[in-house]
């Protein structure tokens, strides 16, 4: 078993900026990819971006690049998603999810465990 924890939510006016961060904790692995999806409300869970452990692979949506950066810290088991210029469109739970099979899936169901989130919330 695998437990992701996500910190760092919270409110913020647009332009600002917020750090979240998702700890991970139980059984580790080698290789995996780790992710950060977000449903705002109303809507479905999308993806935001994604690291591999390696850290030499980033993905992001296109509504993220330019404002967003994942990383990771392996000796603390934590992946970081700095979000800067943050927009009212950005209001959103932030969920931390982890892919341990192989092969690159950015889907929900291509994810193997998920946190309960962190609300991050851009006033206007």
């Known amino acids: 078993q695998v437990q992701l924890v996500e910190s760092g939510g919270g409110l913020v006016q647009a332009g600002g900026s917020l750090r979240l961060s998702c700890a991970a904790s139980?059984?580790?692995?080698?290789?995996?990819?780790m992710n950060w999806f977000r449903q705002a409300p109303g809507k479905e869970r999308e993806f935001v971006a994604a690291i591999r452990r390696s850290g030499d692979n980033t993905r992001y949506t296109d509504s993220v690049k330019g404002r967003f950066t994942i990383s990771s810290d392996n000796a603390k088991n934590t992946v970081y998603l700095q979000m800067n210029s943050l927009k009212p469109e950005d209001t959103a739970v932030y969920y931390c999810?982890?892919?341990?099979?192989?092969?690159?899936?950015?889907?929900?169901?291509?994810?193997?465990?998920w946190g309960k989130g962190t609300l991050v919330t851009v006033s206007s």
């Open positions: 139980g059984r580790t692995y080698s290789n995996y990819a």
């Open positions: 999810a982890v892919r341990f099979r192989t092969g690159s899936d950015y889907t929900l169901n291509g994810m193997d465990y």
